[in-house]
Nanobody, 125 residues
């Protein structure tokens, strides 16, 4: 079973940057999707970004497009989320997710088989 571990969250001032990491272990398939979701209290977990393992193509929510960049290391075992121009509304717990259903709709959290424990990102004025 795939295990995911996020790191890199923290406190950052409005307009600042943070880089999140997600280490994946136990993957036995070559085709996959990795994604970042985020959640605030009382709200549903929402899609942020995804990366398709087959070709490295990335996808973003409209709210983060142009500010966030998802990437991976050369081995494909660690995914990153570079977050620039952070806003207070980006404050959330960020979760990494992975699935072998790489052709499914990456925006739907139900397709993901594995989830990390989450890392808190807090943006203050």
């Amino acid at each position: 079973q795939v295990q995911l571990s996020e790191s890199g969250g923290g406190l950052v001032q409005d307009g600042g940057s943070l880089r999140l990491s997600c280490a994946s272990s136990g993957r036995i398939f070559s085709n996959y999707l990795m994604a970042w979701f985020r959640q605030t209290p009382g709200k549903e977990r929402e899609f942020v970004a995804a990366l398709r393992g087959t070709d490295g193509e990335t996808f973003y929510a409209d709210s983060v497009k142009g500010r966030f960049t998802m990437s991976r290391d050369s081995a494909g075992n660690t995914a990153f989320l570079q977050m620039n121009s952070l806003k207070s509304e980006d404050t959330a717990v960020y979760y990494c997710a992975e699935t072998r259903n790489y052709l499914s709709d990456y925006r739907h959290r139900a397709i993901y088989d594995s989830w990390g424990q989450g890392t808190q990102v807090t943006v203050f004025a």
